[in-house]
């Protein structure tokens, strides 16, 4: 098994681009999460799903989108970046855990620079 | 709302020591709380979790950590520190499906 993987690595946007991150599991988890890191800030929740076709806001939503079209797979979405978006994105999932909340399995994360 | 403090942004120890790292958490319920690791330029690894049941727990690597209620306390600790432990260590509290992460903790050890 793969466990979680995140395409692609690195990027580097100018400023009002977009682009897709992907996430994808192999692990069959019903939950996904996109975080970001910031240096001292630890990790914030961005956007997380539930469930096939589910999606939820986290604790910073502003100027992200994300689809979970499919169970295996996650999509983070920035229409128009900005150098505020600067940071490490992080993809992670787990089981659903019958109400219990389950580990989170994280993917290498993606370094996403913008100018 | 849920949230984690870690204290200490960056501890040195020297190899072979003993290490403890804080974590105290804030939260209205029973909490779920992890300990993670993250190498330089690496994802998070779960070092090891609370639920419920035995309030000291064994984890992954050599590491424990005790769940104090009366202290609002996770704190992380190991007995003999080895250079490979050299990394980023964050603690979470969480609800049924969501984390909050701490700052984190950046340990450095000295041979």
């Known amino acids: 098994n793969a466990g979680v993987t995140q395409t692609p690595k690195f990027r580097v946007l100018k400023t009002g681009q977009s682009m897709t991150l992907l996430c994808a599991q192999d692990?069959?988890?019903?939950?996904m999460y996109w975080y970001r890191q910031d240096p001292g800030m630890g990790l914030r929740l961005i956007h997380y799903?539930?469930?096939?076709?589910?999606?939820a806001k986290g604790e910073v939503p502003d100027g992200y989108n994300v689809s979970r079209l499919k169970k295996q797979n996650f999509l983070l979405g920035l229409e128009s970046a900005a150098p505020s978006q600067t940071s490490v994105y992080f993809c992670?999932?787990?089981?659903?855990?019958?109400?219990?909340?389950?580990?989170?399995?994280f993917g290498p994360g993606t370094r996403l620079l913008v100018l | 709302a849920q949230s984690v403090t870690q204290p200490d942004i960056h501890i040195t120890v020297s190899e072979g020591a003993s290490l403890e790292l804080r974590c105290n958490y804030s939260y209205g319920a029973t909490p779920y709380l992890f300990w993670y690791v993250q190498s330089p330029g690496q994802g998070l690894q779960l070092l090891l979790k609370y639920f419920s049941g035995d309030t000291l727990v064994q984890g992954i690597k050599g590491f424990e950590a005790e769940f104090k209620r009366s202290q609002s306390s996770f704190n992380l600790r190991k007995p003999s520190v080895h250079w490979s432990d050299a990394a980023e260590y964050f603690c979470a509290v969480g609800t049924a499906s969501k984390l909050t992460f701490g700052t984190g903790t950046r340990l450095q050890v000295t041979l």
């Open positions: 799903s539930v469930g096939e076709g589910t999606t």
């Open positions: 692990m069959n988890h019903e939950y």
């Open positions: 992670a999932s787990s089981y659903s855990g019958s109400g219990r909340l389950e580990t989170q399995y």
